[in-house]
């Protein structure tokens, strides 16, 4: 457990504050004095939504690689936002110093009960920061979902990965994944990347593909000849004692790029629904998918795909994983996913038979 300093030295104040400061943000004091235990989360990606949960009595703390200094400066915006009526408080600390302690950057939720904590911290050191969740005296369990926001940062400061981001298209031309570290981890010589495969929506399938040594903050993954278009891939990034500096970049192979859906990964759920995975064409943000009936000529019900991480592109072709609600079709019937054209027009980019097989999208 990391130990927190009675007196904080915040990176955006000049001057140390006190619980009994004049004109002390409450927050920020009471953030101090918490020294109640923590369950590691998975690491956060800057610009991208993750969602989250901490039970009574204990906290969820998120790590966070961002490379700032006091020449350069990172505003970074945190947002935690509770589900359903419950409460969080978060507090946001900075790299280790060289007292073990690690400096309390901003808080909110401490002094009172809220449902929505936003924050904005100027990051003035390089290294690993935390940003620390739980309800409001952690009387209760919460869920809530966490977002960060760094404008106009160089994508070089901010992750533990400059490339890819979280989300992104990869392996185009070369089938090779070509990675590089972010800033605040580049100097380091003792660092490795894994990489996992496995079919869209099936993480818990994921195979463990290749490890390589970054030399020079870089690295080269090539794509084994048994990776298919469309597979999902997790880059984890480890030091020489196997401690994770990031659990997992996730990304989408994708050797061409075009537009395309996975069909032998639909996944059917109750009611007649359907998840599917593959890539669509984006247009500010958003890509509105149809599933078709193309026996009946019906149209079974639509989804939409956003370009929410920070590797998605908002114009031009994105990963997705869409899920259209329950829609009434028989099995073996002639389905399809696609979009509408600039006139309103569908066009299929998959086809398929219901439970089956995929077929071409012609007449």
């Known amino acids: 457990m990391l130990r927190l300093a009675s007196v904080v030295c915040t990176l955006a104040l000049v001057a140390c504050v006190t619980s009994d400061a004049p004109g002390a943000d409450p927050d920020l004091s009471l953030a101090a004095g918490d020294t109640s235990a923590w369950n590691a989360a998975a690491t956060l990606h800057v610009g991208e939504a993750t969602p989250g949960s901490a039970g009574a009595h204990a906290r969820t703390v998120y790590p966070l690689w961002l490379a700032g200094s006091p020449a350069a400066p990172l505003a970074l915006d945190v947002a935690v936002t509770a589900e359903d009526g419950r409460d969080v408080r978060v507090a946001v600390l900075g790299p280790i110093t060289g007292d073990g302690t690690r400096p309390v950057l901003g808080a909110g939720g401490y002094a009172q009960p809220r449902g929505n904590v936003e924050l904005t911290i100027e990051a003035t050191a390089t290294g690993e920061h935390l940003i620390v969740v739980g309800s409001y005296q952690l009387a209760t369990p919460t869920e809530f979902t966490v977002r960060t926001t760094c404008w106009d940062c160089d994508a070089a400061a901010t992750d533990a990965l400059a490339a890819p981001k979280s989300g992104a298209l990869v392996g185009e031309g070369d ?175 998959a086809c398929f038979f219901a439970g089956g097989t995929a077929r071409p999208c012609s007449p």
């Open 175 to 349: 089938r090779t994944i070509h990675a590089e570290l972010g800033a605040a981890i580049r100097p380091r010589e003792d660092v490795s990347i894994e990489l996992w495969t496995s079919p869209p929506l099936r993480r818990e399938l994921a195979q463990l593909i290749a490890t390589v040594p970054v030399a020079e903050g870089r690295a080269e993954l090539p794509l084994p000849a048994s990776a298919t278009e469309g597979d999902d891939l997790v880059l984890v990034v480890r030091d020489s004692s196997g401690a994770m500096l990031d659990a997992g970049v996730a990304a989408r192979f994708a050797p061409v790029a075009h537009a395309f859906v996975r069909t032998d990964a639909l996944i059917y759920g109750a009611g007649g629904s359907i998840m599917a995975s593959g890539i669509a064409p984006m247009f500010e943000g958003r890509a509105e998918l149809v599933l078709h009936s193309d026996a009946r000529g019906l149209v079974l019900g639509e989804a939409t795909a956003v370009a929410d991480k920070p590797g998605h592109a908002g114009n031009g072709f994105s990963a997705f994983d869409a899920r259209f609600p329950a829609a009434e079709y028989a099995r073996g019937e002639r389905l399809s996913i696609g979009t509408y054209t600039g006139n309103g027009d569908y066009r299929a980019i």
